[in-house]
Each structure stands twice: as structure tokens, then as C-alpha cells.
């Protein structure tokens, strides 16, 4: 019976030390994304069809943003104005960050 129980508390030791493990590892190794990708994306339509040379709406949104693809690329968003409204965010995420730039270099 004994046995039984060392068993079942070393089992929760490793348990909770390779959560713990997984926990840092998550933390360290995390991948940021640019806030802008998903700005863009939510104003795409999602209907990840290629038209516009991309394999997806999110491989066209993190290109716009990463790549500085054109705007007006995505063939069904252009009736609903995704060309103008993805421009709007780019224009103000750059804006933004000339502005945060000015401000650090005269700090």
C-alpha cells in the first residue's frame, strides 16, 4: 500500500514540475504578433480565397502589414471598402509610431 502511494505522489511531483517546465518555456519562447495583423484581418472579409494572391485572408493581412502589400487587393472586400478601411489602419499605426518616435528622441 505504501508503494502504492509513493507511486501516486511522485507521479503528482513530475506532474507538477513539467507543468511548471511547460509554463517557462511558454513564457520564454513566446512569438509576438503585431497588433496590426489582426486589426487588418478582422476587416478583411475571411473568405480566404486567394483572389488576392495570397493564400488566405491572413497570409494577405500579415503581408500588408510586414511586406507593405497594396491595400486593394482583396477582390470580395472591395464593394465593402476593405481597401480604404485597411489603408485608415495603416495610415494611423504609422502615424502613431512617428509620433511615439519624436517623443523618444527628444526625451
Request: charged share 20%; with cysteine; hydrophobic share 40%.
Amino acid at each position: 500500500m505504501i508503494t502504492f502511494l509513493y507511486a501516486i505522489l511522485l507521479m503528482a511531483i513530475m506532474g507538477f514540475g513539467v507543468g511548471l517546465g511547460l509554463s517557462i518555456a511558454s513564457k520564454k519562447f513566446e512569438v509576438k504578433e503585431d497588433p496590426k495583423v489582426k486589426e487588418v484581418l478582422n476587416v478583411l472579409p475571411g473568405a480566404n480565397c486567394g483572389m488576392c494572391g495570397y493564400a488566405g485572408c491572413a497570409a494577405y493581412a500579415h503581408a500588408i502589414v510586414e511586406q507593405h502589400a497594396s491595400f486593394d487587393l482583396c477582390v470580395p472586400g472591395r464593394k465593402g471598402g476593405v481597401g480604404e478601411k485597411v489603408k485608415e489602419i495603416m495610415t494611423k499605426a504609422s502615424s502613431e509610431n512617428t509620433n511615439t518616435q519624436k517623443q523618444t528622441a527628444s526625451h
